[in-house]
């Protein structure tokens, strides 16, 4: 003896699921934290790009940032005394991404790889407990 529904229109009950290829936004739609300045004159907004003012290593934190961020670019400005650092929370404002554009003497000479290892030396302890890193890194 076949198995009845519970009910006489079971198949009614099914919802349709559609599944759609999902669409690659700009990171400025995806963020959920204070809005990003844009346009050509970010860095001269963010004060992030010590070279134009001549202070090699003198990068300063722009007020946007949230408090991960601001770790984050404490610490890297600490040990790696970047020319350029910019540091953003990609994973939409919980944490558990970050975006790093650093430029340094410190990496002078040394391949792209070993620059990347040299900021997880760096990040050690935070990176552990992140999802993933996005690296930029190069000498000036």
Same mark, same amino acid.
């Given at each position: 003896?076949?198995?009845?529904?519970?009910?006489?229109?079971?198949?009614a009950l099914?919802?349709?699921?559609?599944?759609?290829?999902p669409t690659? &936004?700009?990171?400025?739609?995806?963020?959920?934290?204070?809005?990003? +300045?844009?346009?050509?004159? $970010? %860095?001269? !907004?963010? /004060?992030?790009?010590?070279?134009?003012?001549?202070?090699?290593?003198?990068?300063?934190?722009?007020?946007?940032?949230?408090?991960?961020? &601001?770790?984050?670019?404490?610490?890297?400005?600490?040990?790696?005394? +970047?020319?350029?650092?910019? $540091? %953003?929370? !990609?994973? /939409?404002?919980?944490?558990?991404?970050?975006?790093?554009?650093?430029?340094?003497?410190?990496?002078?000479g040394l391949?792209?790889?070993?620059?990347?290892?040299?900021?997880?030396?760096?990040?050690?302890?935070?990176?552990?407990?992140?999802?993933?890193?996005?690296?930029?890194?190069?000498?000036?």
């Amino acid at each position: 003896m076949p198995l009845r529904p519970l009910c006489a229109s079971a198949k009614a009950l099914r919802l349709p699921v559609q599944i759609t290829r999902p669409t690659l &936004l700009p990171q400025r739609f995806l963020s959920t934290t204070t809005p990003r +300045p844009q346009g050509p004159n $970010v %860095q001269e !907004v963010t /004060g992030t790009q010590a070279q134009e003012s001549g202070d090699a290593g003198k990068v300063e934190a722009p007020d946007y940032l949230s408090e991960g961020e &601001l770790h984050v670019f404490n610490k890297l400005k600490q040990e790696l005394e +970047p020319t350029k650092l910019e $540091v %953003q929370d !990609v994973s /939409g404002g919980c944490g558990s991404m970050y975006g790093l554009d650093i430029v340094s003497s410190r990496f002078a000479g040394l391949s792209v790889i070993k620059q990347h290892q040299l900021v997880n030396r760096v990040l050690k302890d935070e990176i552990s407990k992140w999802h993933g890193v996005q690296l930029k890194t190069k000498a000036p």
